[in-house]
């Protein structure tokens, strides 16, 4: 497994990607709307990046870690029998599939299989 990304929820969205490319120099990726908010991806230096999202329905802060992996379900499976709180089992997404599980902390941890 790789660490890919940080999910962190922010007040202001302009205000914080502003921050992020002019102060840690991360660039501009992607830029999306959902419901109720909008999501936007920074890319740093090698192959970790930062998801903002702008949503009233999370607290600022961390939101989750993703990490990359090769077989989702295999994962998954190492992580059943280790005991792991598996929030979701593997299901599909517009990139691939995706599953989380959570940590003792309440703090989300994403696993994502690229298949697009």
Do not use: C, W
Not at 17 to 46: A, Q, R, S
Request: proline share 3%; net charge negative.
């Amino acid at each position: 497994m790789k660490i890919r990304y940080a999910t962190m929820i922010v007040n202001d969205m302009a205000e914080s990607v502003k921050y992020y490319t002019e102060t840690f120099d991360f660039t501009f990726d992607e830029e999306f709307d959902v419901p109720g908010g909008k999501i936007t991806l920074l890319n740093g230096d090698g192959f970790a990046g930062l998801e903002l999202i702008q949503s009233t329905a999370f607290e600022t802060g961390i939101y989750s870690i993703g990490m990359d992996v090769e077989d989702i379900n295999e994962e998954i499976k190492k992580l059943e029998e280790k005991g792991a709180n598996i929030a979701l089992k593997p299901v599909e997404t517009q990139v691939g599939y995706m599953a989380r599980v959570i940590d003792p902390n309440g703090i989300n941890i994403v696993l994502v299989q690229h298949t697009r």
